[in-house]
């Protein structure tokens, strides 16, 4: 039993207890009278002692919830190191209809493919498309936005698995959110030479000045300019700045600008295949202003 708690973060089931150590009910009764055991759902104990830690109660109720459950929503947010709140309220998804077990909260799903589960620090959970989906049904937008943003540091995010669960996923909740939070990630579907002439057409068609085109000023080269205004517009795409050193430069380059009296601003191509008329009613304005 020792061995097999050290293994759980310091948590066993009875399930575990009978089948795989060979002992009674009776047997685990007198542990638990005798202080070995230590209820902490129903049919889960910690051995020896109740100062359990945070994998530990994680585990705790994905076994108290059944053999097929998982550790699911912002608690399998917190396993997989995109939610920095903490594992509680507990949440466990099962695919099997079970009735409450306070205080964890239990979901169930029959939508559970073989691809949904993951097994991460020992501890059954939802994989990361699954739990982010299962997390869209939760709080602000923006707190979803940075859970994605924090699974591309750690090198988690895959745009590709996540549109396959979205595809597959029927009704649920968190189903439309998702698919809004992940189109910042989706390939843009054109070049950036394709870029400029959309952004260019889209400034004539919105009745602004019309402006020049790779224009040098001050020994730079501009992407759209209005030189009577001495006002840019730099478009980026994610390969301009694919190093630190062209990040640095770019922003060396941005200086000097301001000191030669121009004004710019950046126009990346995922901003504008977003939101083209929020987009130019910014730089509109901006140029009105100038």
Not at 65 to 78: E, M, N, Q, V
Not at 141 to 149: A, D, N
Not at 195 to 208: K, P, Q, T
Not at 239 to 267: C, K, W
Request: charged share 25%; hydrophobic share 40%; proline share 6%.
């Amino acid at each position: 039993m020792a061995e097999l708690a050290e293994q759980q973060y310091g948590v066993v089931s009875i399930r575990q207890l009978e089948r795989r150590l060979g002992y009674s009910r009776k047997a685990v009764q007198r542990d638990v009278a005798s202080g070995h055991l230590h209820p902490l759902h129903r049919g889960v104990y910690a051995v020896g002692h109740r100062l359990v830690p945070a994998h530990g109660r994680c585990l705790a109720a994905v076994l108290a919830c059944g053999p097929k459950a998982l550790l699911s929503h912002r608690s399998a947010a917190w396993l997989w190191g995109i939610w920095r709140y903490g594992p509680t309220p507990l949440h466990v998804t099962s695919p099997v209809p079970r009735k409450q077990r306070p205080p964890i909260r239990l979901h169930h799903s029959r939508i559970l493919a073989e691809e949904d589960r993951a097994l991460e620090e020992g501890i059954p959970v939802t994989s990361l498309p699954r739990t982010l989906l299962d997390c869209a049904t939760e709080g602000h937008l923006s707190h979803l936005q940075r859970m994605l943003e924090r699974s591309e540091e750690l090198r988690l995010f895959d745009l590709e698995p996540v549109e396959n669960l979205l595809d597959r996923s029927g009704h649920h909740a968190g189903r439309g959110r998702l698919r809004r939070a992940i189109a910042l990630y989706a390939p843009i579907p054109f070049t950036r030479s394709g870029f400029e002439r959309r952004f260019f057409e889209a400034v004539l068609r919105a009745g602004m000045p019309r402006p020049a085109t790779n224009f040098v000023e001050a020994g730079f080269e501009l992407d759209v300019y209005w030189p009577e205004h001495h006002f840019a517009v730099e478009l980026d795409t994610y390969a301009t700045h694919g190093t630190n050193a062209a990040f640095e430069r770019d922003h060396l380059r941005d200086e000097d600008l301001m000191l030669a009296g121009i004004e710019m601003v950046r126009v990346t191509d995922v901003r504008f295949h977003r939101e083209p008329k929020a987009v130019l009613e910014r730089v509109a304005t901006l140029l009105r202003r100038r």
